[in-house]
């Protein structure tokens, strides 16, 4: 497609359910990120996958938060046992290099409220 | 801790005014990006200026860069109330290859 598409837009789930969050990036984009955002608040780093490197997981708050990104190209983002804190707007972005030389195409982003 | 902190927190103009928001870095960088947010969704980006460059324009945008303050500026001119947003900025700190997010300057453009 032309952009970054994130499934599903939204999402409610209840505490303690896990939930997979899926991220398809531009076509031919090696650089892949997932982000966070709560209420009002700047974005928070979670993931960078890069080509077939190791993934960047320092921001990953807690062991119940991972990422996978298959083929080089879709990822998804599961978080297990899910939390109240874990409500946000949760936003992939691709871009055809790292971030010392390219600019980020963002998705609109999956909302998540944890009721 | 945050790498870009943006200024003012919060931004009300009316349209047809020129809207300025100031972003300050802590680490040497080699770029410095700025971002746009509607309605809490996705980032659109803006524009991108290296650490050699002084200034960029793009339409109604002028970015500036002053590495010695480790500071960039955001000219919005001839606002509309389509500007109305939240503008981000963003470097990649050092060498990391990942981009570290302000806070956010909430502009609002009147009619």
């Known amino acids: 497609g032309a952009g970054v598409s994130q499934s599903p837009s939204n999402k409610v789930t209840e505490k303690g359910k896990d939930v997979e969050l899926r991220c398809d990036p531009i076509?031919?984009?090696?650089?892949l990120y997932w982000y966070r955002q709560s209420l009002g608040q700047g974005l928070e780093f979670l993931i960078y996958?890069?080509?077939?490197?190791?993934?960047?997981k320092s921001g990953l708050p807690s062991d119940r938060f991972s990422a996978e990104r298959t083929g080089g190209s879709v990822s998804t983002l599961t978080i297990q046992r899910t939390q109240q804190e874990d409500s946000a707007v949760y936003l992939c972005?691709?871009?055809?290099?790292?971030?010392?030389?390219?600019?980020?195409?963002f998705g609109s982003g999956t909302r998540l409220t944890v009721v | 801790s945050q790498q870009g902190e943006e200024d003012p927190q919060a931004l009300s103009i009316q349209e047809g005014e020129n809207a300025t928001m100031n972003c300050s870095y802590k680490?040497?960088?080699?770029?410095l990006q700025w971002y746009r947010q509607n309605s809490g969704r996705g980032l659109v980006h803006l524009i991108l200026?290296?650490?050699?460059?002084r200034e960029k324009h793009s339409g109604r945008l002028r970015v500036t860069l002053d590495t010695s303050k480790k500071s960039s500026s955001l000219l919005i001119t001839a606002s509309r109330a389509a500007d109305t947003a939240s503008y981000f900025c963003?470097?990649?700190?050092?060498?990391?290859?990942?981009?570290?997010f302000g806070k956010g300057t909430k502009l609002t453009v009147n009619p």
């Open positions: 680490t040497s960088i080699n770029n």
């Open positions: 963003a470097t990649p700190p050092g060498g990391s290859e990942k981009l570290v």
């Open positions: 200026i290296r650490s050699n460059e």
């Open positions: 076509s031919g984009h090696t650089a």
């Open positions: 972005a691709s871009s055809p290099g790292g971030g010392q030389n390219y600019g980020y195409t």
């Open positions: 996958f890069q080509g077939n490197s190791a993934p960047d």
